[in-house]
């Protein structure tokens, strides 16, 4: 995977902090602080860049963080740039795991390879924290 940073603008709101994408519409999310808010945007970009390779879209290109015109309407608190990573090409690998619970992957998905990704990103994101 490559590692690829977006701007995120952290505006006050009334309940604490929101977070916005100006290159990805629709990836939002929030925090009750600044700190709070900057953590929280990392897992939402990782989400939304998750969801975009699931649907077979395009990543847009990040703007450069200076170039983004102050909109007056919104209240900026900080602007900072997020990290994601771009994923990479499939490799094949072989693994070793036990029948049965192989049976049980079977039995709630359709793609092996999807679900075994899905549950090491899972597994992953609760060990970083």
């Not at 490559?2 to 995120?8: G, V």
């Not at 963080?65 to 102050?70: F, G, L, P, R, Y």
Request: net charge negative; glycine share 10%; charged share 25%.
């Amino acid at each position: 995977m490559a590692t690829i940073y977006y701007p995120a603008i952290i505006e006050r709101g009334t309940d604490g902090f929101g977070v916005f994408f100006p290159d990805l519409p629709g990836c939002t999310s929030g925090g009750t602080t600044i700190q709070d808010a900057a953590q929280q945007a990392e897992e939402a970009l990782d989400m939304h860049l998750t969801g975009l390779v699931d649907d077979g879209e395009p990543f847009p290109e990040p703007s450069e963080i200076d170039a983004i015109v102050v909109d007056p309407d919104v209240d900026e608190a900080a602007r900072l740039l997020v990290r994601g990573e771009r994923p990479g090409r499939s490799v094949r690998v072989q693994v070793s795991i036990d029948e049965g619970l192989l049976a049980r992957i079977d039995k709630v998905a359709k793609n092996r390879s999807g679900f075994l990704a899905d549950a090491a990103r899972t597994a992953l994101a609760a060990r970083n924290g």
